[in-house]
């Protein structure tokens, strides 16, 4: 399939390339990455269909109402009416707002002359349920005409149950404020994922690739090491997913997530979905897991899945105390995992394999999964 803005938006770096050659061209390159541990990488898990995957996009749009990403380095919009990666009701809610901003002369913002309403539009899809969130980001907290605005959208467009407006004035790269009005539903959507339901809201973490997420949780689950009366954290756990699907397996789950939203999206799928030997914290993963050492708290399996940057040297020394007979370790950027790896085995955690899926066909990225044991248990 021929991507018609050309990698212009800088989003697929191997639209171009067959999709077996580019399992096979990630594969070589990150088998490198771990090449010191002497380690068994398997071959990455690919999509059998790589398109239409995304499940989450922010666009802005310019001056002639065409949506689109910003070019590389710049300012300039590449319009996308047609993004290989987003699934077609994507792309129709975005037709649709296109209308509905041009008829209702919605300002777009000027960055330069720093004026005007419109910044951006996130959509985020629930591909199980087909339920769809629109998010309007806006520079100032008005908004005329809404109440007709989103009767019109959800009238052509059935499949969007909320739209919510966030109010973001300040001139820095971060799309979303934490400022918000709900316009229309509840302010999320439902999805389910590994026969579980997830309310997802506008700000919460959520995985972008529905069918490769269930193939990456899967392993977790296989990894698992499961004893009577074991309590297992799930560090960095978003709105709760990887804790909860877990949750059938072990005795207890104890979850930890930085962002409010998302752990307040966590409290709520515990309920929606009875699940009751799960906890959540609202925290730093480092400075919760600083307490658990404190209150000298039992752990006997850690599953962590920090954001691109990794975790901290605080993190795996607290591990060290707490002793756990394995951590599984969840990465969206091996880059960052292996200098992570290297301070586990330091303190006495080994592996033997790495497995590495393909969460975003047709860029360079991978995720991947490395089981470490306590070499001592
Ligand atoms: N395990 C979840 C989320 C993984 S993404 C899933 O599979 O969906 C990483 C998550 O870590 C995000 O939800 C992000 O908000 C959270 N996060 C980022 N920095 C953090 C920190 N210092 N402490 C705790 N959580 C953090």
């Known amino acids: 399939m021929n991507c018609q803005v050309n990698k212009k938006c800088g989003s697929c770096q191997y639209i171009e390339m067959k999709y077996d050659k580019q399992l ?15 380690v068994k990488i398997y071959p990455i898990q690919g999509m059998k269909n790589p398109y239409g995957y995304r499940n989450k996009v922010i666009v802005a749009f310019n001056k002639k109402y065409e949506y689109g990403l910003y070019e590389e380095n710049s300012h300039r919009i590449v319009p996308i009416q047609k993004c290989l990666l987003h699934d077609q009701e994507t792309h129709d809610v975005l037709n649709r707002l ?54 019109e959208l959800t009238n052509k467009c059935p499949t969007v149950k909320s739209v919510v407006l966030n109010i973001n004035s300040r001139q820095t790269s971060v799309v979303l404020s934490k400022n918000e009005k709900v316009l229309y ?27 490769q997420c269930e193939k990456l ?98 993190f795996i020394h607290a591990i060290q105390v707490l002793n756990p007979r394995y951590v599984i370790y969840v990465s969206c950027d091996p880059h960052t995992q292996v200098n992570d790896l290297k301070e586990f085995q330091k303190i006495g955690y080994s592996f033997k394999d790495v497995y590495l899926y393909d969460m975003f066909p047709h860029t360079q990225h991978v995720e991947s999964i490395v089981l470490l044991s306590n070499v001592e248990k």
């Open 98 to 151: 296109q209308l509905l901003f041009k008829k209702n002369r919605i300002s777009i913002y000027d960055s330069k002359r720093k004026r005007g309403l419109l910044k951006h539009v996130l959509i985020r899809r629930a591909v199980s349920t087909n339920q769809t969130l629109v998010v309007l980001v806006v520079n100032e907290p008005m908004f005329k005409g809404s109440k007709r605005f989103c009767q």
């Open 217 to 314: 949780y899967q392993k977790v689950i296989d990894l698992l090491d499961v004893k009577k009366e074991d309590t297992i954290l799930d560090t960095y756990c978003g709105i709760g997913t990887i804790g909860m699907v877990v949750s059938k397996y072990v005795d207890h789950v104890i979850g930890v997530e930085l962002n409010k939203e998302a752990y307040k999206d966590a409290l709520n799928n515990g309920k929606m979905n009875r699940i009751e030997n799960i906890k959540f914290y609202n925290d730093d993963a480092t400075e919760f897991m600083k307490k658990q050492v404190a209150l000298n708290q039992k752990v006997d399996g850690v599953i962590m899945d920090p954001p691109r940057a990794g975790s901290t040297k605080e």
């Open 24 to 38: 096979q061209l990630k594969y070589e390159e990150y088998k490198d990455i771990y090449k010191d541990f002497h």
């Open 185 to 211: 539903g509840k302010g999320f959507i439902v999805d389910e994922l590994c026969g579980l339901t997830f309310k997802i809201s506008a700000q919460s973490f959520y995985q972008i690739n529905h069918s």
